[in-house]
Every structure is written in C-alpha cells, then in structure tokens.
C-alpha cells in the first residue's frame, strides 16, 4: 500500500537556522500531500499541503514543494523560532478503490527542538 | 468555537476491563475519524464516519467499536482492554474526506494505558 518515509529525529537546531525535513512518498496515483504539526500536549494542526506536482504549500514561513519526479514533500523554513518546537508529520491521501474513501496516511513524525 | 472536544484527557485500566472514549465536534463536518498513535510510529486509523449513522473500519479496528448516532458525537468503545491497546487516541473531523484535501481537525487526545 502507499506509506510515507520521513527523517528521523529529533532534529535539533538554533533559533534562526534554516530547516529542513526529508519526506518521500510511495503512491501507486497522484495524492496529495500534507505536512501536519503537533505541539507539546495538543492534537495535529494542518501546516500546509499540495494537491498537485509542482504544487507550492505554504504557511507560517514553512514551504514544501510536490516533487512527483522525486515522489518528495521536504519541509522548508528559512528561520526557525523556538515556538517552532513541535512533532512535524508527513501525510499523503490514500484512494480505498472498494469504497471510494480517501484516508490519510501519516509518516512517523519528526520532532522538532529549537533552542535559543 | 470548541472544534473537537475529547474526554478523558487520561485513563488508567485494569486489563479485561471496557471503556468508551468520547469525541464531540460543533463544526458540522460529516467525517470523523479515531486514530491511535504509538511511541516512534505514525497515527493509524481504527474507524471513521461518513455520516450520522454510517461507519467503517479504518486500518486497526480490532478490538475497538464505534456509533454514530448523531453529527456531532463519534464514541469509541473498548471492550475487554488489552495492554497492546495502551496508545494515545485521537479524534478528528473534517468536511469531506480528509485525503481529497480537506483539513482535518484534532481533538487534544486521550492517553490510554492498559495494564
């Protein structure tokens, strides 16, 4: 079935430094992409996502680009904060071709630690 | 707005033992999902909605059931707890299916352990 794979962690970095977080995907179609977040102590928050290849997610200074050539969606981030602490979960859209639903599947998640 | 409102936040139980985990949403989305989330691994779905009375089993459904008696409301129902079942819950809502690029909105979660 599809899957995602993501970098393992913790990626640890000072305030300011650019990030990076791998992410490639195995899909037998064309799924979307999703990068979601989760901050100490709550649930996931959809951070950005792309429909389509060559697609351009964006939000809060995060970027992830649909490489179908690559199957990849790293997540981007020209300056990290320490607010930006949190576990960063890849995810992409999963077809059921019996019963038509469209579930996501989640990579194992990275998590995040900036320090001042 | 609450969004997705789970209880409780933790739970301790004895094994053998049932419990229903509760989510509600005041968004009027038609989906709802549970997922768990295992230490280093991603979150795996146990059932999800489409509808008030309609629901299917997601990729771990073992162990686990559901109702949907109404829009807001999706209970998952333990019966006879295992230790394997030791996890932290989700749920989570949507308009539509959450795979076509609908967002999904997650409840703060439940901590299980099962011992």
């Known amino acids: 079935g599809d899957s995602v794979t993501q970098m393992e962690g913790p990626v640890t970095l000072s305030e300011e430094a650019f990030l990076t977080i791998n992410c490639t995907y195995t899909?037998?179609?064309?799924?979307?992409l999703f990068w979601y977040v989760q901050y100490p102590g709550e649930g996931l928050q959809l951070l950005l996502k792309?429909?389509?290849?060559?697609d351009k997610g964006s939000n809060k200074g995060f970027e992830a680009t649909y490489r179908k050539e690559t199957t990849s969606f790293h997540l981007e981030k020209g300056s990290v904060q320490v607010s930006d602490s949190a576990v960063y979960f890849c995810?992409?859209?999963?077809?059921?071709?019996?019963?038509?639903?469209?579930?996501?599947?989640f990579g194992t998640g990275t998590r995040l630690l900036v320090s001042p | 707005n609450a969004g997705v409102t789970q209880t409780p936040k933790f739970r301790i139980l004895k094994i053998g033992q049932s419990m229903t985990l509760q989510c509600t949403q005041d968004?009027?989305?038609?989906?709802m999902y549970w997922y768990r989330q295992d230490p280093g691994m991603g979150l795996k779905l146990i059932y999800y909605?489409?509808?008030?009375?309609?629901?299917d089993k997601g990729e771990v459904p073992n162990g686990y059931n559901v109702s949907r008696s109404t829009t807001e409301d999706f209970p998952l129902r333990l019966e006879l707890a295992a230790p394997s079942q030791t996890s932290v819950y989700f749920c989570?809502?949507?308009?539509?299916?959450?795979?076509?690029?609908?967002?999904?909105?997650f409840g703060p979660g439940t901590r299980l352990t099962v011992t």
């Open positions: 899909a037998t179609g064309y799924p979307s």
């Open positions: 968004m009027n989305h038609n989906y």
């Open positions: 995810a992409l859209s999963d077809l059921a071709r019996n019963t038509g639903f469209q579930k996501l599947v």
């Open positions: 792309a429909t389509k290849a060559d």
């Open positions: 909605s489409v509808g008030a009375g309609i629901t």
């Open positions: 989570a809502s949507s308009y539509s299916q959450g795979g076509s690029g609908y967002e999904q909105y």
